[in-house]
């Protein structure tokens, strides 16, 4: 069965410095992978994804993910964090069910000024 | 292109009560999803539809449903509702299950 797990409940950075948030995924053949942002109170919106190509995804508001084959992971990055981007994170792998995204559990970014 | 919307954005129900959730799609996307997400189970999977046809089903009871409309707009339905189903449940479209899903508001739904 296909799964993500993100280790990190938690990630906190200075505003200014790079961000990483940690995904890792197990799939039977290749991977759908997706990351989506979510707000207080607001719906989940979409970063970028994964489908085939060149390991590293850009995606909006300056985010971009790497994908290692080898380690199972699909981290998302960004050089130099902002204090708007304080929010929680999901990564998440489109099963071989229709239409079900299935998601981890959630790293919430806390960026300081 | 406007975006997914979902309505009404909050409701405070009962136990016992029944409720209906509304989505429509973003224009020209078939697929629609729906999830559940709780602080403890986190975010669910409940159905997927597309062209009216309800392709698959995540592991919630029988109280749980949905309808897909011949203009993609889709209801999900809770009936005989417990303190449980306190959530937020968000719609997403797409133009197949394959495509990337975009995801509405929510709407908050909680049961007392």
């Known amino acids: 069965a296909q799964s993500v797990a993100q280790p990190e409940d938690q990630v906190n950075v200075a505003e200014g410095n790079p961000l990483t948030v940690k995904c890792t995924y197990s799939v039977s053949g290749n991977p759908y992978l997706f990351w989506y942002v979510q707000y207080p109170n607001r719906g989940l919106q979409f970063l970028l994804k994964y489908i085939t190509g060149d390991n590293l995804v850009k995606g909006s508001y300056g985010f971009e993910a790497e994908f290692n084959k080898s380690q199972t992971s699909f981290h998302l990055k960004k050089p130099s964090a902002l204090v708007s981007d304080s929010a929680l994170y999901f990564c998440?792998?489109?099963?071989?069910?229709?239409?079900?995204?299935?998601f981890g559990a959630g790293t919430q970014v806390v960026v300081t000024p | 292109k406007a975006g997914v919307t979902q309505t009404p954005r909050y409701l405070i129900k009962t136990r016992g009560q029944q409720v209906t959730l509304s989505c429509s799609p973003i224009s020209g996307h078939r697929s629609v999803s729906w999830y559940q997400q709780t602080p403890g189970q986190g975010l669910q999977f409940l159905f997927e539809y597309f062209s009216e046809t309800q392709r698959n089903k995540g592991n919630f009871p029988g109280r749980f449903s949905g309808r897909q409309f011949s203009n993609s707009r889709s209801e999900m339905n809770v009936s005989t509702l417990e303190l449980g189903d306190s959530a937020l449940y968000l719609c997403?479209?797409?133009?197949?299950?394959?495509?990337?899903?975009?995801f509405g508001p929510g709407t908050r739904l909680t049961v007392l």
């Open positions: 998440a792998v489109l099963t071989d069910s229709w239409g079900k995204l299935q």
């Open positions: 997403a479209s797409g133009r197949d299950y394959t495509d990337t899903q975009y």
